[in-house]
């Protein structure tokens, strides 16, 4: 644009429109600084769901900014209150910090005597031998019969009894393997439409999951 004579130029800086003359620089104690915007759409971290032993998925909630113990407590909390049944063993990747932190917030929760909170065997192999609480309190194979619900005896085809997981703790991480072919749907979505696809895919999950328990006949009867 044209003006009293001089050259002008019209800039665009960070969403700002300013004029300056092409050969003229503003002086230093009058520079604006150089800012961008920081807006950009809120999302979570991670999706934590809760599953029976044979993949049957139940619950789920949403972690924000970072997976912490302290949220996966308070969602374990909400699906199993302290006035109801309670899960003889949980199966979490990070069961050594979640027991740490359940300890040190309050020495007589009661989790400490309904539950125990047991590394999953794919992480575990992961954690050091020296770390005495998950060694003694978060292992998924005790082989010092201990835990006779965790492990037990099997007869292989050769006829030799060995020592064996009395069920699979990976169907989180199975049911997270097949919930990442959602996540690009996902990551666009506003939270009442992601929370209405979570339940969805959750229901699709849980009757592929039905089919599967059936057909090895091992469904529970209804009565």
């Not at 979640?98 to 992480?123: E, K």
């Not at 037990?152 to 020592?163: P, Y």
């Not at 699709?204 to 529970?220: D, M, P």
Request: some cysteine.
């Amino acid at each position: 644009m044209e003006g009293d004579g001089n050259s002008w130029k019209e800039i665009e800086t960070c969403g700002r429109k300013h004029v300056n003359p092409d050969n003229s620089q503003p002086d230093q104690e009058d520079a604006e600084p150089d800012l961008g915007h920081t807006f950009c759409a809120c999302h979570t971290y991670c999706v934590q769901t809760i599953q029976w032993v044979c993949g049957m998925p139940i619950g789920w909630g949403k972690c924000y900014e970072i997976e912490s113990v302290s949220q996966v407590l308070q969602l374990v909390n909400f699906w199993f209150p302290p006035e109801g049944a309670r899960p003889a063993f949980i199966v979490y990747d990070n069961a050594r910090k979640l027991l740490a932190h359940i300890v040190t917030q309050n020495t007589h929760d009661l989790w400490l005597t309904t539950t125990r909170f047991v590394v999953d065997a794919w992480h575990y192999i992961n954690h050091r031998s020296t770390d005495r609480l998950c060694w003694d309190w978060c292992n998924p194979a005790p082989l010092n019969g201990s835990q006779p619900d965790l492990v037990i005896l099997e007869r292989d085809g050769t006829g030799q009894m060995h020592a064996s997981h009395a069920f699979n703790t990976e169907v989180a991480e199975q049911f997270n393997a097949w919930m990442d072919g959602f996540e690009s749907q996902l990551r666009q979505m506003a939270d009442f439409n992601f929370n209405f696809f979570i339940h969805s895919v959750m229901l699709l999950y849980k009757e592929e999951v039905e089919q599967r328990v059936e057909g090895k006949q091992r469904a529970i009867p209804n009565y």
